[in-house]
């Protein structure tokens, strides 16, 4: 199986600032590599497919890059809607692991 | 509009087993593969199950594989979840997903609200 490993865990941020959020697979997925955000008692919500294409109505805040083992989420200009948990998830092959998260809090 | 409407969960003793539904409407379920995704108390999502539009390609996470079983009724737009030997740590909000494609290699679009497994003595 695909192991994803997505750092940092955490990440303290403020009102502004630019974040990026990393995701690495155990082996090569080409970019079959997809972010999704959660908020507490909400459903997950799809931001980028195909590791670097935003989802339809999805900000251009949010931007994705990588291939094979190493992807990146950047978020600038971070307002308070924005804190939230992030996952990264390979759809390369079942089963489809996800990361472990990155929770973004504010500063 | 499409939606996702889980149904199925509850409360139930380890061991025993329970068959989790979805109810999918706005789009053409049939061209589109289906997932099943769980979060469990305090932790991270854990993709659990995916099919494929024909069932003809079926996965499974290492956790449950042996224990669920994932299918799908395109004639009533239905996607289920039979999960047989539940253990405590079973207990989970779980989500249908609709994916972009109707293969294997496809991403979660669309998500439900969930329903909540509580696998308990």
């Known amino acids: 199986d695909i192991q994803m490993t997505q750092s940092p865990s955490s990440l303290s941020a403020s009102v502004g600032d630019r974040v990026t959020i990393t995701c690495r697979a155990s082996q090569g997925i080409s970019n079959y590599l997809a972010w999704f955000q959660q908020k507490p008692g909400k459903a997950p919500k799809s931001l980028i497919y195909a590791a670097s294409s935003l989802q339809s109505g999805v900000p251009s805040k949010f931007s994705g890059s990588g291939s094979g083992t190493d992807f990146t989420l950047t978020i600038s200009s971070l307002q308070p809607e924005d804190f939230a948990t992030y996952y990264c998830?390979?759809?390369?092959?079942?089963?489809?692991?996800f990361g472990q998260g990155t929770k973004l809090e504010i500063k | 509009e499409v939606q996702l409407v889980e149904s199925g969960g509850g409360l139930v003793q380890p061991g025993r087993s329970l068959r989790l539904s979805c109810a999918a409407s706005?789009?053409?379920?049939?061209?589109?593969?289906m997932h099943w995704v769980r979060r469990a108390p305090g932790k991270g999502l854990e993709w659990v199950s995916g099919i494929s539009w024909n069932s003809g390609g079926i996965g499974y996470a290492d956790s449950v594989k042996g224990r669920f079983t994932i299918s799908r009724d395109n004639a009533k737009n239905s996607l289920y979840l039979q999960m047989d030997s539940l253990r405590a740590e079973d207990t989970a909000l779980y989500y249908c997903?609709?994916?972009?494609?109707?293969?294997?290699?496809?991403?979660?679009?669309?998500w439900g609200q969930g329903t909540l497994v509580t696998v308990s003595s």
């Open positions: 706005g789009f053409t379920f049939d061209n589109y593969a």
């Open positions: 998830q390979q759809y390369n092959s079942y089963p489809h692991t």
């Open positions: 997903a609709k994916a972009d494609c109707s293969g294997a290699s496809c991403y979660s679009v669309y």
